[in-house]
């Protein structure tokens, strides 16, 4: 599975440098120099024959923080027009090749979607659809037997346990919230 670590944003300068909108917690270690990103190049076609293609991988040449905004070099974008065509590419790694959190009580997104979610007492509300990176807290999208969703805010209050072996969530959702 695919774990989206940034997407490519505009190009910065005339040598190929792009600014990347951060979408993982580790950005030092996901875009060191080397690091292999795998893209959603199927997204991005050429917008006419010859044009760039968006290759399957890129490899980060070097990266740096300027003004709040992560630049990245990749081999082989070496002007503008290149970085251009690299636009909204979303660059990822495999998640087989994440190691797991070293704190129990964090999880990475993967990891939950699809689990089983159920009450205290054991009656199935759903399952996880997604997580939600609010900025309050993160929320689990729960898809309702129903086909409707609900936002369950993920905090130790109404979640007090996640069982990745037993493949569930529980959740003592307060009154009212499975409703809104």
């Not at 944003?9 to 993982?24: N, Q, S």
């Not at 070496?78 to 690299?86: C, I, W």
């Not at 087989?96 to 070293?102: H, R, Y």
Request: net charge negative; proline share 9%.
């Amino acid at each position: 599975m695919l774990l989206i670590v940034g997407r490519v944003g505009k190009p910065h300068g005339i040598r190929g440098e792009v600014t990347v909108e951060v979408r993982t917690d580790e950005p030092e270690a996901r875009f060191a120099p080397g690091a292999v990103l795998r893209t959603d190049s199927g997204a991005v076609a050429p917008a006419e024959p010859g044009a760039y293609r968006v290759p399957a991988e890129l490899t980060v040449e070097s990266a740096r923080w300027h003004q709040g905004r992560l630049l990245v070099a990749f081999e082989g974008v070496l002007d503008r027009n290149v970085a251009e065509a690299l636009r909204d590419t979303l660059v990822g790694v495999d998640s087989a090749d994440v190691a797991p959190p070293e704190d129990p009580e964090e999880f990475h997104d993967h990891q939950l979607v699809g689990l089983a979610v159920v009450t205290p007492q054991g009656e199935r509300l759903g399952e996880v659809a997604r997580i939600d990176h609010a900025p309050a807290s993160d929320l689990l999208v729960l898809r309702r037997p129903e086909g409707r969703t609900a936002l369950i805010p993920f905090v130790k209050a109404i979640v007090p346990e996640v069982d990745l072996a037993g493949g569930r969530v529980v959740v003592d959702p307060p009154g009212g919230l499975l409703d809104l």
